[in-house]
Each structure stands twice: as C-alpha cells, then as structure tokens.
C-alpha cells in the first residue's frame, strides 16, 4: 500500500498562473478528499467526491478553483488564475466512504504564490 | 451537528512529563473519535481512534485517549513525553451513521522542553 500519493510535493508560481495538484487515492478507497492549510484558517475542507462525484464542494473559495475526478484512481485541483492568498499545503485524504474509518493523508503539496 | 474544539493551541511540557491534550466534542448521536498527528512538513497521520468499543484506546508512540460520554471529552495522554512527540495535534469526529464527514478541531502544537 503505497498511500495517498500527491504531486508535486512543493510548487512555486507567480501570481496570475494556472496551478494543477495532483492526488491518486489508496486502491480501494472510494471517497477523496481536498484540503487547504494555512497557519491563519488552519485546516479547510474544500471539496469531496464519492465514486467520483463531487458530494460537497461548499469550502471551494471562488470559481477561481476547480477540481475534477475523472477515474477512481485520479484527482485534480486547479486554481486559474492563482493569487498569493492562495498560498498554502492542499492535502488529499481518501477512505473506504465510511467515517468510521477515518481518512488517510497525502504529504500535501506546498504552493507559494509569488 | 457535530463540531470538536481542542482547549490550548498549544502546549508545552518538559521531556518526560506527563502529556495531556484536550478534546471536547459535540455530536446528536454517538460518535466515532479520533487523534492525527501531523509532524512538520509531513501530512496528518492516524494516532489512534475510539468506534463505540473499549472506552480506553491506545494508539502507537504510547499515546492513549479515553472517551467519556458524560464529560463529551476524547483527551489524549501519554505518560512520559519524549522530544520526538513534538507535533501538531488534531482531534476529530464523525457522527455515526450520518456519512463519511469528518469534523475536524483546531489543532493543538506540542512542544516537549529538554
């Protein structure tokens, strides 16, 4: 079991580019979820799909993110146009689509947007 | 609804004294619980987490959290702190049978004194 892997684990931008994370979940695991970091919000929900379909995307900040699930073993988050506020660690988590099991983790990726 | 709330962002002991993080949450049907820790720059991994079995549970790295229904508290211990339990801490909680939503607390950083 290789974990929830992401990529890539630190990412540099300017200010005004699109930026793609990427997550593949642990086999198995039906439910994904996105996460944003920071030391002032602390930790964010920001979407979760189940068998590949967004269930709640209410944490998504504005249209300027979007993120996309096309297969069990895949997930984007894009942000287009990014913005220095966008600066965090976005973390995936998967599980078994049961909250008895608690999720799993990513490493995260951290984005500076400069 | 539920929602979890971590007393004390942050904790200090020396090494080897007793460690004590509190957890309160509030949930309308019983819930399953659990502990992350997340080390830096290093995603939130599982410590350890209560399902409706013994009230004590253990976890690794010789932490151990107690569920008491009556005080609605999940306070993590551990006997003698060691220089590498330095961490974020995080509660959380998932109602039962009400999905795959995890709540998750602000977060507790312990720092362990030489």
């Known amino acids: 079991d290789a974990g929830v892997i992401q990529s890539p684990r630190h990412e540099v931008t300017e200010m005004g580019q699109e930026v793609t994370l990427r997550c593949k979940p642990i086999?198995?695991?039906?439910?994904l979820f996105w996460y944003r970091q920071t030391m002032m919000r602390g930790l964010e929900l920001l979407i979760y799909?189940?068998?590949?379909?967004?269930?709640?995307d209410s944490g998504m900040p504005e249209d300027r993110f979007s993120a996309k699930m096309p297969n069990a073993s895949f997930s984007t988050l894009k942000i287009q146009p990014s913005e220095p506020r966008d600066s965090a660690v976005y973390f995936c988590a998967s599980n078994r689509g049961q909250g008895r099991n608690g999720y799993t983790f990513g490493s995260g990726t951290r984005l500076t947007v400069v | 609804a539920q929602s979890v709330t971590q007393l004390g962002s942050h904790v200090s002991v020396s090494e080897g004294a007793l460690v004590l993080l509190r957890c309160n949450y509030s949930s309308s049907v019983p819930p399953y619980l659990f502990w992350y820790v997340q080390y830096p720059n290093q995603g939130l991994q599982l410590l350890l987490k209560?399902?409706?079995?013994?009230?004590l549970v253990k976890g690794i790295n010789g932490f151990e959290a107690e569920f008491k229904k009556s005080e609605t508290s999940f306070h993590l211990t551990k006997p003698s702190a060691h220089m590498s339990d330095a961490a974020e801490y995080f509660c959380a909680v998932s109602e039962t049978d009400a999905g795959n939503m995890l709540t998750f607390g602000g977060g507790t950083r312990l720092m362990v004194k030489p």
């Open positions: 209560y399902t409706s079995a013994a009230t």
């Open positions: 086999s198995g695991h039906n439910s």
């Open positions: 799909f189940n068998n590949n379909v967004p269930i709640d």
